[in-house]
């Protein structure tokens, strides 16, 4: 595992304000979320890396290594919101990380059309022979969204939690898992 990254917070403001205030709402499908989409590919281009679009003009994954880890975080908001929490933050982060990493084994996803139901992401997971070097090693996916708002919630764990590593999580966090996330988790799991 590399070492911790010491983030550059001027250049995560400056990811930040040209993502909400330059762009401003980033609804799919509109002027500004292509915009964005590109921003965040001439990022990642300048950080070394290589990105790709998956299906959809503003869906983009970018993978290092066997990308054992996929980091996610959408860049469309919803119409009426320069979606600052909701998703700027996530994106400026995984930007950095992109910037600053030398992790080997690591993938970034900037999906598109979450707004309207986790378009993009489901594109993702359908397509993922297509993108990913090796599927089989895809071990951890998180996504990244409402960063900065609220506390850690936990959705969607997959068999690898078992109980001692749920037991690690709450022992150093202090997560919720709100009702209706566990409802709608049981109740539909392909969700």
Known sequence: ??????????RIETDIITLTQSYGPRPHGSQAARLAAMYV??????????????HLAENIVSCKGMGTHLFLAHT???AQSPGVIDNAVGVSILLEIARQT??????????AAEELGFI?????????HKW????????LVMALDLTGYGSLSITGLGPL???????????????????????VSNAFPHM
């Open 1 to 10: 595992m590399s070492s911790p990254i010491s983030p550059n917070l001027e």
């Open 120 to 128: 993009g992401s489901k594109y993702l997971s359908n397509q993922v």
């Open 41 to 54: 590919r001439d990022q990642l281009i300048d950080a070394g890396w290589e990105p790709q679009f998956i």
């Open 102 to 111: 030398t992790e080997p084994d690591l993938c970034l996803g900037f999906p």
């Open 76 to 78: 469309d908001s919803v």
């Open 132 to 139: 990913h070097p090796n599927p089989d090693e895809l071990k």
């Open 161 to 183: 939690w078992n109980t001692s590593r749920l037991q690690w999580l709450y022992a150093h966090t202090q997560p919720h898992s709100p009702y209706a996330y566990q409802v």
